[in-house]
Nanobody, 121 residues
Framework: EVQLVESGGGLVQAGGSLRLSCATS????????IGWFRQAPGKEREGVSC????????YYADSVKGRFTISSDNAKNTVYLQMNSLKPEDTAVYYC??????????????WGKGTLVTVSS
């Protein structure tokens, strides 16, 4: 059974940092792309970042470039999202997702349940 479990969300002041983790199981980690998405109240879900596990290529939304960093620990089948210089507009539920296509930019097949990030001003 494919599972993705997010952790690391919480309440942080503007300018602060958080690191989200996405622990995965039930599939061959190297064969997938893993993405982070977020959904703020009243807004549509948006893609934040993505990493191709096989070649390490990454993608970032313009809104987070230079502030967020995605990485993977292949030994732990875990993907991280380091979020620095957080802004109130980063407040959202953050989801990780996995794509059977090992490249970013394709649809996601499996989703976690999300972790809430709240950035206070």
């Amino acid at each position: 059974e494919v599972q993705l479990v997010e952790s690391g969300g919480g309440l942080v002041q503007a300018g602060g940092s958080l690191r989200l983790s996405c622990a995965t199981s039930g599939f061959t980690f190297d064969d997938y792309a893993i993405g982070w998405f977020r959904q703020a109240p009243g807004k549509e879900r948006e893609g934040v970042s993505c990493i191709s596990i096989s070649d390490g290529s990454t993608y970032y939304a313009d809104s987070v470039k230079g502030r967020f960093t995605i990485s993977s620990d292949n030994a732990k089948n875990t993907v991280y999202l380091q979020m620095n210089s957080l802004k109130p507009e980063d407040t959202a539920v953050y989801y990780c997702a996995a794509s059977v296509v090992p490249r970013c930019g394709y649809g996601m097949n499996y989703w976690g349940k999300g972790t809430l990030v709240t950035v206070s001003s």
